[in-house]
């Protein structure tokens, strides 16, 4: 069992910066993929960016990549979301998400294991 905490969003003009955190209590957080996942209202929840276990691999939404960066401390057992050139199309719940997967690529959402309770950003113009 993984309980997930997410931690770090708020409201920020466009063009400014976050960074969400996710702290991972439970056994063997480094034997988990994570991932990160967002909805905005009325829509269906979306993947954003997903890293492997030992943190090697990454791979992002194609409308995040090189504004997004993911990251994990194994040591501190938390996952990382930097967040760059905010723009208003990035507001929405943040789901931080845990996988143990052993697969290629990365996980679908549905293969996904544990999720926290997610965390608000609201990026305004």
């Known amino acids: 069992q993984v309980q997930l905490v997410e931690s770090g969003g708020g409201l920020v003009q466009a063009g400014g910066s976050l960074r969400l955190s996710c702290a991972a209590s439970?056994?063997?957080?480094?034997?988990?993929?994570m991932g990160w996942f967002r909805q905005a209202p009325g829509k269906d929840r979306e993947f954003v960016a997903s890293i492997s276990r030992a943190g090697i691999s990454t791979y992002y939404e194609d409308s995040v990549k090189g504004r997004f960066t993911i990251s994990r401390d194994n040591a501190k057992n938390t996952v990382y979301l930097q967040m760059n050139s905010l723009k208003t199309e990035d507001t929405a719940v943040y789901y931080c998400?845990?996988?143990?997967?052993?697969?290629?690529?990365?996980?679908?959402?549905?293969?996904?294991?544990?999720w926290g309770q997610g965390t608000q950003v609201t990026v305004s113009s």
């Open positions: 439970g056994r063997a957080f480094s034997n988990y993929v």
């Open positions: 998400a845990a996988a143990l997967w052993r697969g290629y690529g990365r996980p679908r959402r549905d293969e996904y294991d544990y």
